[in-house]
């Protein structure tokens, strides 16, 4: 201590204070091992309160649904307390609860609970639905809808209801509309049925009727609409139906192959008329004259279906009674795994092939098409041709008699590429002679013969994908499938359009385009100018036709009945002014005034169209563009027709929307 000395420059000394807790909870949060903790901390407190909430929500969820349902049952119940009570009938047969809706957007028909029809699709299904019910097991043997407020559906319905058995418990629901196009007929057979207010129903009226084919009546409802603008009110039929034995609604043929066929068919679908008959049944096999030296006796016939049953039955019963049909090459191709339409294939014991729908619309149709032209080769690999029909075409009886007198002009001509059966301008007044072949630029098909070197090298390989919304036929007549090349066609249509609901078809347009074509109905007609149908032949059969016709008076209107004269069996010829190929101006307004196909052109060849009037053999020439027009005489000044003003064709279309 004695040596000690005190250090002058030295700071002096002063004790550390406590750090303040702000300082301190710096310090530790700095420390990475405590952040990591108090995150981990966080995200536990997190889910804890996660899951207390869900918790919380699951209970008042449950809590609500019940207090929903006990109302819902509170409501059930006393709508049930305001029911009349159902009447059981004594006996022990079995009973059906019927309950059918009517509305404006949506039909449903409901059988022992189990919804049997439901229609809520928008703008789709107007009309009356029919649900048809066999009467001893109450299974639905038939479903249809039939557009009445659309021409000509009312005839549908009618000629349906016809072939309904006797017995068959039939139900009705009016979806929107369904009186504007129901005449006195159809409401005649309705009230025959049974109905009291089927005569009387109006415009956007609700109903639902359900009876017996010639027996009792179970129920009908029916709800006035209020105004044109209005609707009904919607209408619930609830009833019961007592069902009948099962030996009371079958027949008792005799025990064959072609009966079991017969009875496999008529316990599961309705609507076919006498071929379910118990007496005298329609036969189900046809044995038609055969054909001498038939060139297409092993060609395979491809029909084209869907889901139109009634359809496919009139058009093979049409197809196996003609004459030189062999049945083992026909093959009908379903688009879907429709249960009603194999059994009608199964019905007549021919081969069909169901498979799974592409796409959709227009396209879905030109897919089926083709998987079923590939499936058709691929069958039948030895096959050069191939016959194409559709499930809403009747066939002639010499359909196969006229194939096989020009099948070989395919084999010899390479200016061809199709023959079909069908002439879109054979109406009832523009044609004439069975016998007489034309050359056209259009494919029309509707029944018609390809080769298979055509579809296997050409068009299989670029056929419209399915994402293309594409009509096939019009991708068929394009230039780049045509090449030039042309189509035989018969003066009279072998084939008849008779389907008035497709895709691309309703009444206004089959009445307009179709119901009055030509269809020839003599058998075993032989064709005269067939080896005149070569390309070279043809253009000196033309110029020797016009040679000899007669030049119709050019100052008199082609729409008046005397521009033709009064003769039979006359050949004459007109000329339009045509200024280029594609200048068809005046031949569209010829077409409307003759009351042919006029929406687009077709039948023609280089420029000229030949058609009958007052059975006079009449060639149209289009001048200049047709190479025929060097037969004009220079006196003659082509014929002009306007066609009309953009006002006046807007206030038509107007008028028809309207109507």
Known sequence: MDEWKPNVPAKQFVPRKNRSWYLAWKYKLMNQRAVRRLCQMGAVLFLLVTVIVNIKLILDTRRAASEEEEESAQDYDEGVQHLEPPRRPTSSRKVLDIEVYSSRAKVYVAVDGTTVLEDEAREQGRGIHIIVLNQATGHVMAKRVFDTYSPHEDEAMVLFLNMVARGRILIFSVKDEGSFHLKDAAKSLLKSLGSQVASSLGWRDMWSF??????????????????????????????????????????????????????????????????????????????????????????????????????????????????????????????????????????????????????????????????????????????????????????????????????????????????????????????????????????????????????????????????????????????????????????????YHFGIVGLNMNGYFHEAYFKKHKFNTIPNVPLRNVESLKKDAYEIEIHRLLGEAAVLDHSKNPCEDSFVPDTEGKTYVMYIRMEQEADFTTWTQLAKCLHVWDLDVRGNHKGLWRLFRKKNHVLVVGVPASPYSSKKPSAVTPIYMEPPAKEEVAGQVAAAEQT
């Open 210 to 495: 359900v009876g017996k084919k010639g027996g009792e009546v179970y129920g009908e409802k029916h709800s006035k609409s209020p105004a044109l603008s209005t609707w009904g009110d919607p209408v619930l039929l609830k009833t019961e139906v007592q069902l009948t034995s099962v030996e009371d609604a079958e027949c008792h043929w005799p025990d064959t192959e072609l009966n079991r066929r017969r009875r496999r068919f008529c316990t599961k679908v309705e609507g076919y008329g006498s071929v379910c008959g118990c007496k005298d049944p329609t036969p189900i096999e046809f044995n038609p004259d055969p054909l001498k030296d038939n060139k297409v006796f092993n060609v395979p016939v491809a029909v084209i279906a869907g889901n139109r049953p009634n359809y496919l039955y009139r058009m093979l019963r049409s197809l196996l009674s003609a004459q030189g049909v062999n049945p083992q090459m026909i093959t009908v191709f379903i688009d879907g795994y429709y249960e009603e339409p194999m059994d009608v294939v199964e019905l007549f014991g021919l081969k069909g092939i169901q498979h799974t729908p592409i796409s959709i619309k227009n396209a879905r149709v030109s897919q089926h098409y083709k998987a079923s032209l590939t499936a058709t080769f691929n069958l039948h690999p030895d096959a050069k041709f191939a016959v194409v029909l559709e499930e809403d075409l009747d066939i002639s009886i010499d359909f196969f008699s006229f194939l096989s007198q020009s099948i070989y002009l395919l084999e010899e001509d390479d200016s061809l590429y199709c023959i079909s059966a069908w002439n879109d301008q054979g109406y009832e007044h523009t044609a004439e002679d069975p016998s007489l072949l034309y050359r056209v630029e259009t494919m029309p098909g509707l029944g018609w013969v390809l080769s298979k070197s055509l579809y296997k090298d050409e068009l299989e390989p670029k056929w419209p994908t399915p994402e293309k919304l594409w009509d096939w036929d019009m991708w068929m007549r394009m230039p780049e499938q045509r090449k030039g090349r042309e189509c035989i066609i018969p003066d009279v249509s072998r084939s």
